[in-house]
């Protein structure tokens, strides 16, 4: 009896030994492990992106607070990067299409968004902290149908005229600079020497004076100091927000009145496929005019959808 219980204790020691060197190895495996921050990327490429389409319609009919038969609204968001890491380099490519359209008994279709918006940005490394980088960036944007300004003619009737279209006005932007890094969340790039060209198509070159080109030329050219910061993070669980400023100085006319670029976008997850997302932008270019000759001045957008949304 006394050698069954010596050899029960043995087997039981053996046991709580083995299974403290498991647990002591585990604990160590798991210190050794690299730690990888919150949104940084594994080495090559990585790849996401996120669509989004709202929709909304109304209807009335004898309607005493006054409202249109019917109103129908739908906006599309797209966006899409491509990202590649290596130890000491990145190159990152993101692309952004906003549209939307409007359709009411009242106006007719009309449009409320449209933008493309293509980033590229190749950067080296010259820290070893891996915050500072030399960075090569590359920018161009414009919109994929035509806009129209609409008012009132003197005597009361409702016309437009057109006052954009693609390729009318596109800009374009080539730009050596410094880039800080401090979290995968954030970055801002600094450039005291970007090269801007404001492009207007032959087929609407009419056009090329609301945009500052000179009279038979299709292509404005500045040189001045550039800026953009972006912030993309999850808020919470999901809540997500993206935003990004950009502000240029063109040192050959009026250096002093900055061009400003602000985008952003919150989303709210309600599920899988249900999202609420909320767009702000504001843009600022002292010179774009309007077709009458008057300056745009700052220009503000906001809109608010729920839809269907899926990342890609």
């Not at 800026?227 to 050959?252: C, E, G, P, V």
Request: a positive charge; glycine letters at 8%; proline letters at 3%.
């Amino acid at each position: 009896m006394k050698i069954l219980r010596l050899t029960s204790l043995l087997l039981l020691l053996s046991s709580a030994a083995a299974a403290q060197d498991a647990t002591v190895k585990q604990l160590r495996d798991e210190a050794n492990k690299e730690v990888k921050k919150e949104g940084e990327l594994q080495e090559g490429w990585n790849t996401k992106g996120l669509l989004n389409i709202n929709m909304s319609q109304g209807s009335a009919s004898n309607w005493a607070a006054g409202a249109d038969k019917f109103t129908f609204a739908t906006n599309l968001f797209l966006n899409y990067q491509a990202l590649f890491k290596t130890q000491r380099s990145y190159w990152d490519n993101n692309v952004d299409i906003n549209y939307g359209l409007v359709n009411a008994t009242s106006t007719g279709f009309r449009k409320n968004d449209d933008r493309v918006d293509l980033l590229s940005k190749y950067g080296r490394q010259l820290d070893t902290a891996g915050k500072w980088f030399f960075t090569l960036l590359g920018n161009f944007r414009t919109q994929l149908t035509d806009g129209y300004r609409y008012f009132k003619t003197d005597l009361g009737a409702d016309t437009s005229e057109l006052s954009s279209t693609f390729m009318g006005s596109a800009m374009a932007i080539a730009s050596p600079g410094l880039e800080w890094r401090p979290s995968p969340a954030f970055n801002i790039f600094l450039s005291p020497a970007s090269s801007r060209w404001v492009i207007v198509s032959r087929r609407v070159d009419r056009l090329a004076p609301l945009f500052g080109i000179e009279p038979g030329k299709l292509a404005r050219y500045e040189i001045g100091a550039f800026m953009t910061a972006n912030f993309n993070k999850d808020l919470a669980k999901n809540i997500s927000l993206k935003s990004r400023l950009d502000l240029f100085s063109n040192y050959r006319h009026n250096p002093q009145n900055i061009d400003v670029f602000w985008t952003n976008l919150l989303a709210l997850k309600v599920n899988k496929w249900l999202q609420v997302t909320y767009n702000f932008d504001l843009i600022y270019d002292d010179d774009a005019l309007k077709p009458d000759g008057g300056h745009w001045g700052t220009q503000i957008k906001s809109l608010i959808g729920v839809g269907f949304a899926t990342k890609l």
